[in-house]
């Protein structure tokens, strides 16, 4: 399939299977409504509610594993909530979209160092300490006194402290950012691993997980990533306008909207994964057949 061909495929998937689609919803509906109660209920109810909510998300979270399981295997239809399966999926899922989060940021630290980040962090703060009586003078507050030194337009603190701060921050959140970009575009298919495997190790198997994508080819699959983001923008755009309607557009938004998107998120991911093996399966059909003798 081409990359429009999957994207296509998901966006009209729910479509096919409306009851199913909307049963989702439901459960997006109930979360959505307990979400805005906390807002009218505090104490031990609101708690309650809290903690209801949490279990239906992480739930649908797991049944979104369970949508790329099922296309991953060739089953073109949408699976039956299973709550107790679905929520141990929730929280296999959530543990390895973590990991993905934390390995970047665990990496960004370390780079901070040789950057300078820490050691210019430490000169800013001392240098801060030391004029700090002058920084608030005439009524000024903390924040204003600190914004004003960040901003470099304070005159009681030396330009190249200031300068070498901004520098090596900017510079360490530039690799952090690109880091979290390509261990987010990695985490899709590792959590895809998950629905084929069961496996969090098969997940977090980071070598494993660059091979699949090698497989997939790395213009084709970012291709899909780039094309899978502009139509998830498009959905929440359609999801923005039916907010704006008053008192029902959040419900219509949780029953229809985020239901779709989470489906059509899934069904292309598991596509893209599926449609590397159905290449490898024509591939090797085709050589088999040229090994035959006529």
Known sequence: MKVREIISDAIHFPIDDYKSWLTLGALYLIATLLSMSLDYINGGIGFIFGIISMIIFITIYGYSLDIKRNTIHGINELPKLDFTKNLVDGVKTIFVTIVYTIIPLIITLIIAYP?????????????????????????????DAFISVIS????????????SFMSSLMITLFIGIILLIIFSIFEVIGNARLAETDSISAALNLKAVIEKINSIGWGRY???????????????????VILMIP?????????????????????????????????????????????IDF
């Open 115 to 143: 950057l300078g980040l820490y050691s210019n962090t430490y000169n800013l703060i001392n240098a801060y300490d030391a004029n700090y009586s002058t920084l608030v003078a005439n009524g000024t507050s903390n924040v």
């Open 152 to 163: 470099g337009n304070s005159t009681v603190i030396p330009s190249s402290i200031v300068s």
């Open 222 to 240: 970012l291709s899909f990533i780039i094309l899978l983001i502009l139509t998830s923008i498009g959905i929440g755009i359609i999801g923005g």
């Open 247 to 291: 008192l029902v557009g959040s419900l219509i938004e949780a029953l229809v909207i985020q239901s779709l998107l989470l489906i059509f998120l899934a069904r292309s991911i598991g596509l893209i994964y599926r449609n590397d093996e159905d290449q490898n399966n024509q591939f090797n059909q085709i050589e088999q057949l040229n090994q």
